[in-house]
């Protein structure tokens, strides 16, 4: 029996609990700790579940995944089946929730890079500056604010929409602490490669994306049965974009040294011994 994933509340498990049952996939569904667990009985349905609860998890209000409520049989002598209460508040995703706001609210303070007087404040150093000088001063918040600053709502846009994805998934599975420690290990070494490659000038949410997605896509490898899963469709598209931007590194500002240096320091936290797992 393999876990599979999780899902963020009863009432969503319960539906993706009765369409593999429906498509004949021995499953169950598991509520420990606030998390819905989805457990799959038999080996060889492991995978097709898997790439099932991807595809909910995109759009779970698919009528693809109607199935029908099972027929209830009259026995008032049956024992009925203890209520499941869940911790208040467990599922909240509050640095999910906290990081894209700060995102949203600096990068508009800054005016997309625009209005030099916040925007020199969320660079690694103000330009100009020798080395890390204003961090050793006392600066310490540049080394992760560069991941707040964007420069047009495209950029914004995607990177908070992979970012609520992925750092939603390690949230309700690892909690808050950890998706928080994580972040912060990451935006650091992904702001220090990108700074010591091209300078201060850059900015974005996208090296701690790649490095949340190194992290759920090692672990998922190493520890199948973890809690984690990444589909195969988006480990390709990470990959393909990762390629596409060093390509066009010589036309677009795009921070490479932060992707692969976010990826990097992602995959090495998800390739940490057990000491991590709850």
């Known amino acids: 029996m393999r876990r599979i994933g999780t899902l963020p509340t009863p009432p969503l498990a319960e539906r993706?609990?009765?369409?593999?049952?429906?498509?004949?996939?021995?499953?169950?569904?598991?509520?420990?700790?606030?998390?819905?667990?989805?457990?799959?009985?038999?080996?060889?349905?492991?995978?097709?579940?898997?790439?099932?609860?991807?595809?909910?998890?995109?759009?779970?209000?698919?009528?693809?995944?109607?199935?029908?409520?099972?027929?209830?049989?009259?026995?008032?002598?049956?024992?009925?089946?203890?209520?499941?209460?869940?911790?208040?508040?467990?599922?909240?995703l509050w640095i999910t929730s906290f990081i894209t706001l700060l995102c949203v609210a600096l990068t508009v303070a800054a005016n997309y890079g625009n209005n030099p007087e916040v925007t020199s404040w969320l660079l690694m150093t103000t330009p100009g500056t020798n080395g890390l000088q204003q961090v050793a001063q006392g600066q310490v918040w540049r080394l992760i604010s560069p991941i707040f600053l964007h420069s047009s709502n495209i950029h914004l846009g995607f990177n908070i929409y992979m970012f609520w994805i992925l750092g939603?998934?390690?949230?309700?599975?690892?909690?808050?602490?950890?998706?928080?420690?994580?972040?912060?290990?990451?935006?650091?070494?992904?702001?220090?490669?990108?700074?010591?490659?091209?300078?201060?000038?850059?900015?974005?949410?996208?090296?701690?994306?790649?490095?949340?997605?190194?992290f759920i896509w090692l672990r998922s490898m190493l520890l199948p049965d973890d809690g984690f899963f990444m589909p195969q469709q988006v480990v390709t598209q990470m990959i393909f974009w990762a390629v596409l931007c060093v390509l066009l590194d010589d036309l677009l500002p795009v921070a490479n040294a932060a992707h692969f240096g976010g990826l990097a320091a992602g995959m090495v936290w998800g390739g940490l011994p057990r000491f991590w797992r709850d």
Not at 19 to 48: F, P, T
Not at 77 to 90: E, H, M, N, V, Y
Request: glycine share 8%.
């Open 168 to 214: 939603g998934m390690i949230e309700r599975n690892r909690g808050s602490v950890f998706l928080l420690l994580l972040i912060l290990t990451i935006a650091v070494l992904s702001d220090l490669a990108q700074f010591y490659a091209r300078g201060p000038a850059f900015g974005g949410l996208s090296g701690v994306v790649y490095g949340l997605f190194g």
């Open 16 to 92: 993706f609990h009765r369409y593999l049952a429906h498509r004949g996939i021995k499953n169950r569904m598991d509520v420990d700790s606030g998390k819905c667990e989805i457990w799959v009985i038999e080996e060889s349905q492991v995978q097709v579940a898997r790439d099932e609860l991807a595809a909910f998890v995109a759009n779970p209000e698919s009528k693809a995944f109607d199935a029908p409520l099972p027929v209830p049989i009259s026995n008032p002598d049956a024992p009925k089946p203890p209520r499941i209460k869940l911790p208040r508040g467990s599922q909240t």
